[in-house]
T-cell receptor, first 109, second 113 residues
Framework: KNEVEQSPQNLTAQEGEFITINCSYS?????LHWLQQHPGGGIVSLFM???GKKKHGRLIATINIQEKHSSLHITASHPRDSAVYIC???????????FGTGTQLKVEL | DVKVTQSSRYLVKRTGEKVFLECVQD?????MFWYRQDPGLGLRLIYF???????EKGDIPEGYSVSREKKERFSLILESASTNQTSMYLC????????????FGPGTRLTVL
């Protein structure tokens, strides 16, 4: 069983819809990351969370440490949000991340 | 802006060839990483370096070696490429601490024929 599980694996939405991507993990963590990967490969960091909630534009990330669960929400989705969204966790004080397998999001007009 | 560059975006090699993938970062990061990314498997760590000349095996080091002679440069070497090493290879770098935020290069799509 993967230490980091994401759901759904694939998601198709209509422009304007509210989107939620979920991430569950099985280990104790010091931080959780949400990353975005556009076609062509480049990965960018969206959020780093160790508790609570963060918001950046139309993106919101939340984490529940007790339940070992995080969600990434996209409000008023747009075709340019189409990408793979990846959850990753950092355990303890180390520098390595463990990654989920990603959620492929497609937003249609 | 942090910049992580990789020597090639696309590479085609033949089975048995020696392959070098280079990664350079310009932010004086201590840590550098090599990952491969395959459909359905996500990013898997091949090797990790936390300082010059220091390296640590990741989850899938077999068939690979690495070199870090300068702080800004981290090379991945496939001693004898095989078809099962066809993949997307991603390099990343980070400061120690800072909650582990990593900065990624654009990736090299390697095909081994």
């Amino acid at each position: 069983k993967n230490e980091v599980e994401q759901s759904p694996q694939n998601l198709t939405a209509q422009e304007g819809e509210f989107i939620t991507i979920n991430c569950s993990y099985s280990v104790g963590i010091s931080a959780l990351h949400w990353l975005q990967q556009h076609p062509g490969g480049g990965i960018v960091s969206l959020f780093m969370l160790s508790s609570g909630k963060k918001k950046h534009g139309r993106l919101i990330a939340t984490i529940n440490i007790q339940e070992k669960h995080s969600s990434l929400h996209i409000t008023a989705s747009h075709p340019r949000d189409s990408a793979v969204y990846i959850c990753a966790v950092r355990s303890g004080g180390g520098n390595k991340l463990t990654f989920g397998t990603g959620t492929q999001l497609k937003v249609e007009l | 802006d942090v910049k992580v560059t990789q020597s090639s975006r696309y590479l085609v090699k033949r089975t048995g060839e020696k392959v070098f993938l280079e990664c350079v970062q310009d932010m004086d990061h201590e840590n550098m990483f090599w990952y491969r990314q395959d459909p359905g498997l996500g990013l898997r760590l091949i090797y990790f370096s936390y300082d010059v000349k220091m390296k640590e095996k990741g989850d899938i080091p077999e068939g690979y070696s690495v070199s870090r002679e300068k702080k800004e440069r981290f090379s991945l070497i496939l001693e004898s490429a095989s078809t099962n090493q066809t993949s997307m290879y991603l390099c990343a770098s980070s400061f120690s601490g800072r909650l582990g935020e990593q900065f990624f290069g654009p990736g090299t799509r390697l095909t081994v024929l």
